[in-house]
């Protein structure tokens, strides 16, 4: 993605993945590339695959469209005990944490029924505490430069 943000002149791009609750790795190159030439993100997989929407103790958790590697399920069952301790559920902060970066525009979903897309509109308008961004940020599950909403 940096080498086609450095050799076109883009609008948009649409990254998937890579900005999320679990997966932070477009945060220190390319979302600030993004802001300084005025790209505007499109976000697909803010569940990276399906981890962030069930969570770890649902059966087999997947990462990148595979079972999740032990080090992916032992992070979001850290994220996950403090959704617990702030009464937050995973989904909501899955869906709401891309969205405070001020390069993404836009979250995309994979719902498949309608209840899913339900879900998903119920989680994005769920309240979220400060101090359970500040409870991430202090267990070091998200980076001290991570907007959070």
């Given at each position: 993605?940096?080498?086609?943000?450095?050799?076109?002149?883009?609008?948009?791009?649409?990254?998937?993945?890579?900005?999320?609750?679990?997966?932070?790795?477009?945060?220190?190159?390319?979302?600030?590339?993004?802001?300084?030439?005025?790209?505007?993100?499109?976000?697909?997989?803010?569940?990276?695959?399906?981890?962030?929407?069930?969570?770890?103790?649902?059966?087999?958790?997947?990462?990148?469209?595979?079972?999740?590697?032990?080090?992916?399920l032992e992070r979001t069952a850290q994220i996950e005990s403090v959704c617990e301790a702030h009464g937050v559920p995973l989904r909501a902060a899955a869906l709401?944490?891309?969205?405070?970066?001020?390069?993404?525009?836009?979250?995309?979903?994979?719902?498949?029924?309608?209840?899913?897309?339900?879900?998903?509109?119920?989680?994005?308008?769920?309240?979220?505490?400060?101090?359970?961004?500040?409870?991430?940020?202090?267990?070091?599950?998200?980076?001290?430069?991570?907007?959070?909403?």
């Amino acid at each position: 993605m940096l080498q086609v943000l450095r050799e076109a002149d883009l609008d948009v791009l649409m990254l998937a993945g890579r900005y999320s609750l679990l997966d932070h790795s477009a945060l220190p190159e390319l979302l600030p590339q993004c802001l300084a030439r005025g790209v505007r993100i499109a976000l697909g997989g803010v569940f990276n695959s399906g981890i962030l929407a069930t969570g770890t103790r649902g059966g087999t958790a997947t990462f990148n469209y595979a079972p999740a590697a032990q080090e992916w399920l032992e992070r979001t069952a850290q994220i996950e005990s403090v959704c617990e301790a702030h009464g937050v559920p995973l989904r909501a902060a899955a869906l709401q944490f891309p969205l405070a970066h001020p390069a993404v525009d836009i979250v995309m979903l994979g719902a498949r029924k309608v209840a899913e897309w339900d879900d998903a509109l119920a989680m994005l308008q769920r309240p979220i505490a400060p101090e359970f961004w500040a409870a991430l940020r202090a267990q070091g599950l998200l980076p001290a430069e991570a907007l959070t909403p």
